[in-house]
């Protein structure tokens, strides 16, 4: 239970801080992760994320973890945050790159947070804003 309390605190803050938008690389506790979609731009349904992972000179990150987070940005952020933010574990590449697939059920704006697993390291936090097309 504290651990989703932990949670659910770090991704308000993010989704508050106006993270960036799309599919760009940003460089957060010693990593590079750039996140890319399939559709691009991404659409209403199914999308493949893939977030590319590696260290500040561009190896791979041993024995890390992703997971993907994901939810409707005017969803006002719950006390159970199980009841509207979406978790998918990452399926790691030999690259340092993880995916997943997302349902993204609406237009409109949606929070993207990637949660970096490292060992022996506090996990890391990146996040995205992207802006969702097509019809639901």
Request: with cysteine; charged share 15%; aromatic share 8%.
């Amino acid at each position: 239970m504290q651990h989703v309390l932990v949670l659910a605190v770090a991704l308000a803050v993010l989704a508050a801080a106006g993270c960036t938008r799309g599919a760009e690389s940003q460089e957060v506790a010693g990593l590079r992760v750039a996140l890319s979609s399939q559709p691009s731009p991404v659409q209403v349904g199914e999308n493949r994320l893939s977030a590319r992972v590696t260290d500040r000179r561009g190896g791979t990150v041993p024995e890390a973890r992703v997971q993907f987070f994901y939810w409707m940005l005017y969803t006002k952020f719950p006390t159970e945050p199980e009841q509207y933010v979406t978790v998918v574990e990452g399926a790691q590449g030999g690259d340092g790159t993880y995916t997943a697939t997302v349902n993204l059920g609406k237009p409109g704006t949606w929070k993207i947070v990637l949660k970096i697993y490292r060992p022996q390291q506090e996990p890391a936090l990146v996040a995205y804003t992207v802006q969702v097309q097509g019809q639901a």
